[in-house]
C-alpha cells in the first residue's frame, strides 16, 4: 500500500560529511572530491534504478554532472561548518509503474525546488521492491546571475514552516498522480493523531469513516530499516574484529618469518564488549610490515613478502580472498538470521597452495598463542608474595 515517509537532512562539514560522498553514494559510482582530494568509490553497490539532475533555466549545463555540480559547491563552501546540500528521502507508491513514479518524483521536484532556484538531484532506489524511494540533493544557494556559479544563501528554505509546506506538498502531488493513474490509495502527510480528530469532527461518519477512525486509533509506525538486527549485527562486527586482529598478528609473523612475543589478544568470547574489540582490531591492523587492511569481516594483504613467503601468485592470492570473504559473507547472513546450515565454500573454492597457507596460518597462531600462555605463567611463578 501506498506510505507517506519523507525524511530530510542536511549535508554538513561540521558533521563530518562530503556533498561528493553523499552523491557518489546515491547514484552507486565512483567520484573524486577535489576539495580532499580523496576517491569515492561505491560502484559495487545496488539497488539503483535510474538518475537525473534537474537545472533551473539558464544554469550552466556542466552542472547536469553530479560529480561536476557537487565538487563547485565544495570549492565555494569555504566555512568548516558550511551546510553544503539539503537532502530528502522519499518513498514513492508501491501500487504505481516505474515510469509512473519517476514522473510523480520529477513533477514534485519541479515544482517545489527548481522552479525556486536549486538544482535537484535525483536518485531512484529499488524501483520494482516493495520499498521504492528516491533520494534527491538540493543545493542550498541560489545561482549567480550568468548560472555557473553560487551565490547567497536562502535562509527561509530551513524553516520549519517550508519543511511542513514541502511534506503537504508531496502528499498532494502524489494523491493526484495516484488518482490520475486510477489507483484508489491515498497518502496523508499529517500526524495520525491529526486525521483521526478530523474524522472524529464529521456529524455524520459514513460506516467507511468510522472504520477509517478505528484504524488510526494506534501508535505511528516506527521504521527502524536494519536497526532491528542492530545489536546482532554490532556483536558479530566485535567478534570479526576480534578475529581480525589476532589473524593479523599471524600474518605478521609469518611475514617476517620469525616467531616474535606479541601482546595478548582481546579475548573472542560472545561477551567481549564492542569497543574493547575495535581496539583490539585497530592494534592488530597498525602493526608490523605485513599490516592488513581489516574492513568488516575482510583482510586484504598489503605486503607483498607475504604473498612471497607463502608461495602465492597474485591470482592465487585473489582467488583465495575472494573465496574466504564469500564463506565470511555466508556466516554473517546466517548469523544475523539465526539461520543454520552456512555454505561449505572448501570444495568449491580450492586452489593451489591454500592448504600450505592455512597450514603455516594455523602453526603460527597455535605459537603465538602457547608463548602468550608461557609468558603469562612466568608472570604468575615470578610474582613476589605478599607478606
Known amino acids: 500500500m501506498a506510505i507517506f515517509h519523507m525524511s530530510a537532512q542536511t549535508i554538513s562539514r561540521s558533521k563530518g560529511h562530503s556533498s561528493v560522498a553523499a552523491a557518489a553514494y546515491r547514484h552507486g559510482e565512483k567520484m573524486t572530491d577535489e576539495h580532499t582530494g580523496e576517491i569515492h568509490d561505491y560502484s559495487k553497490k545496488k539497488g539503483v534504478s535510474d538518475s537525473m539532475v534537474l537545472i533551473p533555466e539558464g544554469a550552466d549545463k556542466r552542472f547536469l554532472k553530479p560529480e561536476y555540480l557537487f565538487n563547485t559547491i565544495e570549492k565555494h563552501e569555504k566555512r568548516k561548518d558550511a551546510q553544503l546540500a539539503r537532502e530528502f528521502n522519499i518513498a514513492l507508491p508501491v501500487e504505481m509503474t516505474d515510469e509512473q513514479k519517476k514522473a510523480l518524483a520529477i513533477d514534485f521536484c519541479n515544482e517545489n525546488f527548481v522552479k525556486n532556484g536549486m538544482i535537484a538531484d535525483i536518485v531512484f532506489h529499488k524501483l520494482d521492491s516493495d520499498n521504492p524511494h528516491f533520494h534527491v540533493m538540493l543545493t542550498t544557494r541560489k545561482l549567480t546571475p550568468d548560472g555557473a556559479g553560487f551565490g547567497q544563501k536562502v535562509r527561509e528554505w530551513n524553516s520549519k514552516e517550508q519543511l511542513q509546506e514541502w511534506r503537504k506538498s508531496w502528499a498532494d502531488t502524489a494523491n493526484e498522480h495516484l488518482q490520475a493513474a486510477g489507483i484508489d490509495a491515498r497518502i496523508d502527510h499529517r500526524s495520525l493523531k491529526d486525521q483521526r480528530a478530523e474524522l472524529d469532527a464529521l456529524p455524520s461518519p459514513t460506516t467507511e469513516q468510522q472504520a477509517q477512525a478505528i484504524s488510526l486509533d494506534r501508535p505511528p509506525t516506527i521504521h527502524r530499516g536494519h536497526s532491528g538486527n542492530r545489536e546482532r549485527l554490532e556483536r558479530f562486527d566485535a567478534l570479526q574484529e576480534v578475529k581480525a586482529s589476532q589473524e593479523a598478528k599471524a ?40 599490516a592488513a587492511t581489516v574492513s568488516g569481516s575482510n583482510i586484504n594483504l598489503v605486503d607483498e613478502t607475504t604473498d612471497k613467503n607463502l608461495h602465492l601468485t597474485e591470482a592465487q592470492r585473489e582467488e583465495l580472498e575472494d573465496a574466504e570473504n564469500k564463506e565470511a559473507a555466508a556466516k554473517k547472513k546466517a548469523y544475523l538470521t539465526g539461520g543454520a546450515g552456512v555454505p561449505d565454500f572448501s570444495e568449491t573454492n580450492k586452489i593451489q597452495s591454500k592448504s600450505e597457507f592455512k597450514n603455516k596460518f594455523r602453526k603460527v597462531k597455535a605459537a603465538i598463542n602457547k608463548e602468550d600462555e608461557e609468558k603469562e605463567n612466568s608472570h604468575k611463578i615470578n610474582r613476589p608474595r605478599l607478606k
Open 251 to 290: 600474518l605478521n609473523h609469518i611475514g617476517q618469518n620469525t616467531l616474535k612475543p606479541s601482546p595478548p589478544a582481546p579475548a573472542s568470547s560472545p561477551t567481549a564488549s564492542l569497543p574493547d574489540a575495535k581496539q583490539g582490531g585497530k592494534k592488530a591492523a597498525s602493526t608490523g610490515s605485513a
